[in-house]
């Protein structure tokens, strides 16, 4: 299974740019998909992820309202809407996937996700 992560570049603070996850190797019908970002000098973090059925999403309170998972299941890709970007959300970007279920409390764990992309990054002037 390979992960393949775009859409990252240079923006000015407070445009937009939406991230790409698209899957290849297996077709993803069940399990979750996240985004996680590692900032710079600092540890990976997470950012978004939902259900690959789309019945659950949970965001990080810093992206929450500005940052909109989705996936398009006969693409067998995730999307990361980032709407009004801030210098903080400077980081490298990585999306990551599984196939097992997870509850809800562990779809921000990175842990539980088997398979990871590239990154791609991000960056946001002020």
């Known amino acids: 299974v390979q992960l393949q992560a775009s859409g990252g570049g240079l923006v000015q603070a407070g445009g937009s740019l939406r991230l790409s996850c698209a899957a290849s190797g297996r077709t993803f019908s069940s399990g979750a998909i996240g985004w996680f970002r590692r900032l710079p000098g600092m540890e990976r973090e997470f950012v978004a992820a939902m259900r690959w059925s789309g019945s659950t999403t949970r965001y990080a309170d810093s992206v929450r309202g500005r940052f909109a998972i989705s996936r398009d299941k006969a693409k067998n890709t995730a999307y990361l809407q980032l709407n009004n970007l801030k210098p903080e959300d400077t980081a490298v970007y990585y999306c990551?996937?599984?196939?097992?279920?997870?509850?809800?409390?562990?779809?921000?764990?990175?842990?539980?996700?088997?398979?990871w992309g590239q990154g791609t990054q991000v960056t946001v002037s002020s």
């Open positions: 990551a996937a599984t196939a097992r279920g997870l509850i809800f409390s562990s779809l921000a764990s990175q842990s539980e996700y088997d398979y």
